[in-house]
């Protein structure tokens, strides 16, 4: 089952903690949703450490600079407008801002369009 595996997961460090050579084992999870913790199972709940790091959802303007910055690629070669008018990726920015935030939510409306 899907639980027992995160058990077994968080569990090495703990298990590495008891090894004599002095190495550490970190791990470090990352959900897409803030209450996944809560969700799992009490046993899988006793092996997460209690320190969360959330992030905030992109605003309009960070949207359309991130959109710009892939369309524009590494290599600068690209024009943004030769690709998407400014309008359609304000639009795809403040729906993605209403819907969630999630920079994915942004990447899909523009590769659907």
């Not at 960070?62 to 290599?75: F, M, P, V």
């Amino acid at each position: 089952n899907k639980q027992s595996v995160l058990y077994n997961f968080f569990e090495w460090p703990r298990r590495s903690a008891t090894n004599t050579s002095g190495a550490r084992l970190v791990v470090i999870g990352i959900s897409n949703t803030i209450n996944l913790p809560e969700r799992l199972k009490p046993a899988v709940q006793s092996r997460l450490g209690r320190e969360r790091c959330i992030f905030k959802a992109y605003n309009v303007e960070e949207t359309c600079n991130i959109l710009k910055a892939r369309l524009i690629g590494s290599d600068g070669a690209r024009n943004v407008s030769s690709v998407f008018d400014a309008d359609a990726l304000t639009f795809a920015a403040r729906k993605t801002a209403v819907m969630s935030g999630d920079i994915r939510k942004a990447f899909q409306i523009c590769k659907l369009s």
